[in-house]
């Protein structure tokens, strides 16, 4: 069965610092991963999509890593402001028809001032 | 820019009532999805549709219904709804192949009573 799991759940940090937030997946047979930022409230807005062969991809303060050997991805924020809080969701498509996406139960990030 | 449109972002229905959530898309994506979002269980998938008049069950179609008549709408619809249903519903939209990005509408908060 296809999971996606992310760690950790929650996270408080404070605005300035840097954090990092982790993805693990066993989606097969692997199209893509993206990360999401969801603010509360609000739909998923997209962050990265990075395919099979990169292994890193920048979004401004986000930076967005792939081991597709390990299956695991991580989404590093750099010096955080509090408008990054929020729940951010890995999500990873499969070469199905219809390219099914699974959804990781998401992080949701505080940035506390 | 991509929209995806849900009709409500707040909805209040009794027990029984037959709702009808409403989703549009305006860059002619083929495939559109229907997820309900709990806390601690992540995006679910309902339905998904890849083509007009097509579709396909997800995770957990029991208790709801789905209508692909043209190609920019896809409806969610709950035949006759629980408590049980009271949840936010999000629409994606992204077009064929697997290295897009999916697009998803603000989300309607459904309570049923």
């Known amino acids: 069965k296809n999971q996606v799991e992310q760690s950790p759940q929650s996270l408080i940090i404070l605005e300035g610092k840097n954090c990092t937030l982790q993805?693990?997946?066993?989606?097969?047979?692997?199209?893509?991963l993206r990360w999401y930022k969801q603010d509360t409230g609000r739909g998923p807005v997209s962050l990265t999509i990075?395919?099979?062969?990169?292994n890193t991809k920048s979004n401004g303060r986000y930076t967005a890593t792939l081991d597709a050997d390990t299956k695991q991805s991580s989404l590093h924020i750099t010096a955080s402001q509090l408008s990054d809080s929020a729940s951010y969701i890995c999500?990873?498509?499969?070469?199905?028809?219809?390219?099914?996406?699974?959804f990781g139960g998401g992080t949701r990030l505080m940035v506390k001032p | 820019d991509v929209k995806v449109t849900q009709s409500s972002r707040y909805l209040v229905k009794r027990t029984g009532e037959k709702v009808f959530l409403e989703c549009v898309q305006d860059?002619?994506?083929?495939?559109m999805f229907w997820y309900r979002q709990d806390p601690g269980l992540g995006l679910r998938l309902i339905y998904f549709?890849?083509?007009?008049?097509?579709?396909e069950k997800g995770d957990i179609p029991e208790g709801y219904s789905v209508s692909r008549e043209k190609k920019e709408r896809f409806s969610l619809i709950l035949e006759s709804a629980s408590t049980n249903q009271t949840s936010m519903y999000l629409c994606?939209?992204?077009?064929?192949?697997?290295?897009?990005?999916?697009?998803f509408g603000q989300g309607t908060r459904l309570t049923v009573v």
């Open positions: 993805c693990n997946y066993t989606v097969s047979p692997f199209s893509n």
């Open positions: 860059m002619d994506h083929e495939n």
């Open positions: 990075m395919t099979f062969s990169e």
């Open positions: 999500v990873v498509s499969a070469f199905v028809a219809g390219n099914m996406l699974t």
């Open positions: 549709s890849y083509d007009v008049k097509m579709k």
């Open positions: 994606a939209s992204h077009p064929p192949g697997g290295f897009t990005e999916a697009f």
